[in-house]
């Protein structure tokens, strides 16, 4: 797939997926992971969820990089997010997740003083209307689940980066453990330069 999608110059590879177990993760075996690790285009998973009319986009964003995601990557997930919401007539939202290190020395509301401020500069370059600019705190993958049931929405925006084979055998990224969280698609964004480590997001 991943071949031909670079062949054929393709803007958009879709993909359908069913949710599946923990170990089609852990040992790489599944196409779903596989493609989110390797498709060099835009990739939208679906999972058999009918749209609404209008449409609803939520674009999950990073500005505090706590997970090294290159810093472009969120401009681009919310630039498609915003246009793709405009041409299908539907409406967007972004989601910033935080999740306090506990014994780090950071004080809680200093560390969602921070992560707010970082999201509100982030979106200050966009049109998304303040009241669809959420900030949760909790683990990522969780979070975006929670922004999906408060928006309804049904397409959720997000990136990944490369990782190395020992990283995804015990952590997972994001992106893998946001799919298992979720019920809506997930259009999954590549960065426009090689990155071969980090996590996603």
Not at 42 to 49: A, D, E, F, I, S
Not at 81 to 104: D, N, Q, R, T
Request: glycine share 4%; aromatic share 6%.
């Amino acid at each position: 797939i991943v071949a031909e999608a670079t062949r054929l110059g393709a803007d958009l590879v879709v993909q359908a997926v069913e949710r599946s177990g923990v170990f089609d993760r852990v040992l790489l075996t599944h196409d779903d992971w596989q493609l989110v690790r390797h498709c060099p285009v835009p990739l939208l998973l679906v999972k058999n969820q009918p749209w609404k009319k209008p449409p609803t986009l939520l674009a999950a964003v990073d500005p505090k990089h706590a997970r090294h995601k290159p810093t472009q990557l969120d401009d681009k997930i919310l630039s498609v997010c915003e246009s793709l919401s405009e041409l299908i007539g539907g409406s967007s939202y972004a989601v910033h997740a935080y999740h306090p290190i506990p014994f780090s020395g950071s004080y809680p509301l200093d560390v969602k003083k921070a992560h707010a401020e970082a999201f509100a500069g982030l979106m200050s370059e966009y049109s998304f209307p303040s009241d669809h600019q959420l900030l949760i705190e909790g683990l990522p993958a969780l979070a975006i689940a929670e922004a999906v049931e408060q928006t309804t929405a049904d397409v959720v925006v997000m990136g990944a980066i490369s990782r190395s084979l020992i990283a995804d055998l015990f952590i997972g990224t994001t992106t893998e453990q946001a799919l298992d969280q979720l019920d809506c698609d997930v259009l999954v964004l590549k960065p426009d330069t090689s990155v071969e480590t980090g996590d996603a997001r």
